[in-house]
C-alpha cells in the first residue's frame, strides 16, 4: 500500500509517488494506493474550524479509522507512506501498528525537524529547531508567516517525539541522499533505520541532439530568492548568455517586473509547462542551473538533466553538491554568490568541449544511479529490509 497527501500546489513528491506506484505495478506487484489532498480543505476553515484543523494536524480519529478498515480488507504486506500533512495526519501509524503490518517512510522534506520544511528562513539557512527547540519556529512563524499554524506543525511534531512515532512505528525510512540523512540522524532518528535511495528519472528522455541554444532553469518560483540570485548573475553577464526559467509561482510578476527593470532582455518567463514540454525544453538547453541556497534533499530536475546528457551549474550546499560533482558532471558556485555563478556560467558558455564531455559524465551518472532499473532494486532491498524487522 503507498499513502500520500497532496498538496495544495503541485510538486515533485507527487511524480514520485505516482512514479513509483508505476515501477511496483510494472514489476508485477498488486498496489493499493491511499490518497487525499490538502484541496478538501476550504478557505472557510477559520475560528473554530482552524482550532479543529489543529487538532486533525495532530490526530485525525476519521482518518484513523477509515484507514483500519482498509487494512482489514486489503491485508498489505507492507505500507509505504510519502507524506500525511495535513489532512491524513500521524494517527494512520498507529492503525499500522495495530495490524502489525510494517512501515516505510520516505523523508522527502525535512518536516519531521522543521516546521517549514525547509531548514531555510529570512534568506539563509537556520537550524534552530535541532540546535535549540521547535518553539523557535513559533517565535518566528516559519510556517506560513502565522505564529498560530507554526504553533499547530511544532505541537504534532512534539506530540508525536513524545509517543514515539518517529522513532518506534516506522521501520525504515528513505533518505534521498547521504547528505539528507545526516541531516536527519542529526534530528533524532536511529540512524540505523535511515537508508539512502535517490529519486529516479522515468522515461528515460534519451540524450539532447544539439549544441544548446540557452542556459535554462526549471522548478517552483518560490521562494524567489532562487530566482533574484539569478537576476542579480545575468545583470554581471550583460545579456550575453540567453536564459528560459520554466515553473511559475506567486513572486512570478514581482520576478518579471524586476528583470525588465534590470534590462535583462536575454531572459524569457515560460511559466509552467507539463513535463513533457520541460524535457523537450530541457533538451535544448546548453545547461541546467540550479541555484537554491537551502538543503534542497533531491531536485528531480538535476536527475532529468543528467538522463539527457545536460551538466548542471548548481550551488554547493547540501544535497546539490553531493549530486552535482564539481568539474565532472557540472560546476559548483558559491552558494548565494551571483558574482560566482555568473563566472561559471560564462565560462561553461565559452568552453563547449569542456561542457560537452561534462554532458557525457551527466548521462553516465545518470545509467549508474537514477535509473528505474537501479531503482527498483534498491525499493525492493529496503521493503525486505523493513518486513524482516517486523519478522
Given at each position: 500500500?503507498?499513502v500520500?497527501n497532496?498538496?495544495?500546489?503541485?510538486?515533485?513528491?507527487?511524480?514520485?509517488f505516482?512514479q513509483e506506484?508505476e515501477l511496483?505495478?510494472?514489476?508485477g506487484?498488486?498496489?493499493?494506493t491511499?490518497?487525499r489532498?490538502?484541496?478538501?480543505?476550504?478557505?472557510?476553515?477559520?475560528g473554530?474550524k482552524?482550532l479543529?484543523?489543529?487538532?486533525?494536524?495532530i490526530w485525525?480519529?476519521?482518518?484513523?479509522?477509515?484507514?483500519?478498515?482498509i487494512l482489514?480488507t486489503?491485508?498489505?504486506?507492507l505500507i509505504?507512506?510519502h507524506?500525511t500533512?495535513v489532512?491524513?495526519?500521524?494517527?494512520i501509524y498507529?492503525?499500522?501498528?495495530?495490524?502489525?503490518?510494517?512501515?516505510v517512510q520516505?523523508l522527502?522534506?525535512?518536516?519531521?525537524?522543521?516546521p517549514?520544511?525547509?531548514?531555510?528562513?529570512?534568506?539563509?539557512?537556520?537550524?534552530?529547531?535541532?540546535?535549540?527547540t521547535?518553539?523557535?519556529s513559533?517565535?518566528?512563524?516559519?510556517?506560513r508567516d502565522?505564529?498560530s499554524?507554526?504553533?499547530?506543525?511544532a505541537?504534532m511534531l512534539?506530540?508525536?517525539?513524545r509517543?514515539?512515532?518517529w522513532t518506534?512505528?516506522?521501520n525504515?525510512?528513505?533518505?534521498?541522499?547521504?547528505?539528507a540523512?545526516q541531516?536527519?540522524v542529526?534530528?533524532?532518528?536511529p540512524?540505523?533505520?535511515?537508508?539512502?535511495k535517490?529519486?529516479f528519472?522515468?522515461?528515460?528522455p534519451?540524450?539532447h541532439?544539439?549544441?544548446?541554444?540557452?542556459?535554462m532553469f526549471?522548478?517552483r518560483?518560490?521562494?524567489?530568492?532562487?530566482?533574484?540570485?539569478?537576476l542579480k548573475?545575468?545583470?554581471?553577464?550583460?545579456?550575453r548568455?540567453?536564459l528560459?526559467?520554466?515553473g511559475?509561482g506567486a513572486p512570478?510578476?514581482?520576478?518579471e517586473a524586476?528583470?525588465?527593470r534590470r534590462?535583462l532582455?536575454?531572459?524569457t518567463?515560460?511559466?509552467?509547462?507539463t513535463h513533457d514540454?520541460t524535457l523537450?525544453a530541457?533538451?535544448?538547453?546548453?545547461m541546467l542551473?540550479?541555484s537554491?541556497s537551502?538543503?534542497?534533499?533531491?531536485?528531480?530536475?538535476?536527475?532529468e538533466a543528467?538522463?539527457?546528457g545536460?551538466p548542471?551549474?548548481c550551488?554547493?550546499?547540501?544535497?546539490m553538491?553531493?549530486?552535482?560533482?564539481d568539474n565532472?558532471?557540472g560546476?559548483?558556485f558559491?552558494?548565494g554568490n551571483?558574482?560566482?555563478l555568473?563566472a561559471k556560467?560564462?565560462?561553461?558558455?565559452n568552453?563547449?568541449?569542456q561542457?560537452?564531455?561534462?554532458?557525457?559524465e551527466?548521462r553516465?551518472?545518470y545509467?549508474s544511479?537514477y535509473?528505474?532499473?537501479?531503482?527498483y532494486?534498491i525499493?525492493m532491498d529496503i521493503?525486505?529490509r523493513a518486513?524482516g524487522?517486523?519478522?
Amino acid at each position: 500500500m503507498l499513502v500520500h497527501n497532496r498538496y495544495q500546489q503541485p510538486g515533485g513528491e507527487d511524480v514520485v509517488f505516482r512514479q513509483e506506484r508505476e515501477l511496483l505495478e510494472r514489476a508485477g506487484h498488486s498496489v493499493v494506493t491511499y490518497h487525499r489532498s490538502n484541496w478538501e480543505l476550504d478557505d472557510s476553515y477559520i475560528g473554530i474550524k482552524q482550532l479543529a484543523l489543529a487538532g486533525r494536524t495532530i490526530w485525525s480519529h476519521d482518518t484513523r479509522a477509515e484507514f483500519s478498515e482498509i487494512l482489514r480488507t486489503a491485508k498489505p504486506e507492507l505500507i509505504h507512506i510519502h507524506n500525511t500533512f495535513v489532512v491524513i495526519s500521524p494517527s494512520i501509524y498507529a492503525a499500522c501498528q495495530d495490524a502489525g503490518i510494517p512501515v516505510v517512510q520516505t523523508l522527502h522534506n525535512y518536516r519531521l525537524f522543521c516546521p517549514a520544511a525547509t531548514f531555510f528562513r529570512n534568506g539563509k539557512v537556520c537550524e534552530e529547531c535541532v540546535e535549540h527547540t521547535l518553539w523557535r519556529s513559533v517565535q518566528h512563524a516559519c510556517y506560513r508567516d502565522s505564529r498560530s499554524a507554526t504553533a499547530a506543525v511544532a505541537l504534532m511534531l512534539e506530540v508525536h517525539r513524545r509517543r514515539k512515532t518517529w522513532t518506534r512505528d516506522v521501520n525504515c525510512y528513505i533518505a534521498l541522499t547521504e547528505f539528507a540523512r545526516q541531516k536527519c540522524v542529526q534530528g533524532g532518528l536511529p540512524p540505523e533505520k535511515i537508508c539512502v535511495k535517490p529519486n529516479f528519472a522515468y522515461p528515460d528522455p534519451g540524450l539532447h541532439k544539439c549544441e544548446g541554444e540557452y542556459v535554462m532553469f526549471a522548478g517552483r518560483l518560490a521562494p524567489k530568492e532562487r530566482i533574484e540570485i539569478l537576476l542579480k548573475a545575468w545583470s554581471l553577464l550583460k545579456n550575453r548568455i540567453p536564459l528560459v526559467i520554466i515553473g511559475d509561482g506567486a513572486p512570478r510578476k514581482e520576478l518579471e517586473a524586476e528583470a525588465a527593470r534590470r534590462g535583462l532582455t536575454g531572459i524569457t518567463f515560460r511559466g509552467f509547462l507539463t513535463h513533457d514540454e520541460t524535457l523537450e525544453a530541457m533538451k535544448r538547453a546548453r545547461m541546467l542551473v540550479f541555484s537554491s541556497s537551502w538543503y534542497e534533499t533531491f531536485p528531480l530536475t538535476i536527475a532529468e538533466a543528467f538522463a539527457c546528457g545536460i551538466p548542471v551549474v548548481c550551488s554547493r550546499i547540501g544535497a546539490m553538491q553531493e549530486m552535482v560533482e564539481d568539474n565532472r558532471t557540472g560546476l559548483n558556485f558559491i552558494s548565494g554568490n551571483a558574482e560566482d555563478l555568473a563566472a561559471k556560467v560564462d565560462w561553461a558558455w565559452n568552453n563547449k568541449e569542456q561542457v560537452r564531455a561534462m554532458g557525457q559524465e551527466a548521462r553516465r551518472e545518470y545509467e549508474s544511479k537514477y535509473t528505474a532499473e537501479k531503482n527498483y532494486l534498491i525499493l525492493m532491498d529496503i521493503y525486505r529490509r523493513a518486513i524482516g524487522k517486523t519478522a
